[in-house]
C-alpha cells in the first residue's frame, strides 16, 4: 500500500513539474493524468464521504488524504466503527 501511494505522490510530482515547464514537452502528458486523478479523488470525496468522516483526524486532514490517496485512504476507514 505505501508503494501505491508513492505513486500518488510522484503522479502530482510529475503533473505538477509538466505544469510549470520543468519536463520536456514529450512529458506534458503528466498532467493531464495528475489533473484526472486529483478529479476521481474528489469524486471519490463525494461517494464515499460517510467513511472519509470516520478518520480520527480532522475531518479536513480526512479530505486532504482522500485527494492524495483516494480508495488508499478511506478503504481502511470501511472497518472503522462510525464516531458517535
Request: proline residues 4%; positive net charge; hydrophobic residues 60%.
Amino acid at each position: 500500500m505505501a508503494l501505491l501511494k508513492l505513486l500518488c505522490i510522484g503522479v502530482y510530482v510529475l503533473g505538477v513539474t509538466s505544469a510549470v515547464g520543468l519536463l520536456p514537452a514529450a512529458w506534458s502528458f503528466w498532467k493531464t493524468i495528475a489533473a484526472v486523478l486529483l478529479l476521481a479523488h474528489l469524486l471519490e470525496i463525494i461517494v464515499m464521504f460517510k467513511y472519509v468522516k470516520r478518520y480520527r483526524g480532522s475531518l479536513g486532514a480526512s479530505l486532504v488524504l482522500t485527494l492524495l490517496f483516494g480508495f488508499l485512504h478511506w478503504k481502511p476507514l470501511m472497518q472503522v466503527k462510525q464516531r458517535p
